[in-house]
């Protein structure tokens, strides 16, 4: 069973960028498709970008497409959010999830949290206009 933990949260300035990670442990993350999630102050949980096992296929929210990315390190065991030219709106509690995917569906990835079943704590990200 894999464990996660999100890091790189921070307060910064409109414009300015940040990168979370999600560090796993417990398992060999190679085997896992991620997802990044977001949760503002009185909103729901929102997708925010999502990476399939083999890395190979990647999709963002509309939102974000152009300014943040997914990349993952294997030998660091680490899936990482890089995110660019943030603004106020993105402020929120980040999220990732992860779930173990067969080596034949390496390529799927998914939007909804409901198909993810392990979890991170969260990390707090503050932009500030």
């Known amino acids: 069973q894999v464990q996660l933990v999100e890091s790189g949260g921070g307060l910064v300035q409109a414009g300015d960028s940040l990168t979370l990670s999600c560090a796993a442990s417990?398992?060999?993350?190679?085997?896992?498709?991620v997802g990044w999630f977001r949760q503002a102050q009185g909103k729901k949980r929102e997708f925010v970008a999502a990476i399939s096992r083999n890395g190979v296929n990647t999709y963002y929210a509309d939102f974000v497409k152009g300014r943040f990315t997914i990349p993952r390190d294997n030998a660091k065991n680490t899936v990482y959010l890089q995110m660019n030219s943030l603004k106020p709106e993105d402020t929120a509690v980040y999220y990732c999830a992860a779930r173990r995917m067969p080596t034949y569906f390496g390529g799927s990835l998914h939007v909804t949290d409901e198909w993810y079943n392990y979890w991170g704590q969260g990390t707090q990200v503050t932009v500030s206009s």
């Open positions: 417990g398992d060999t993350f190679s085997g896992y498709a």
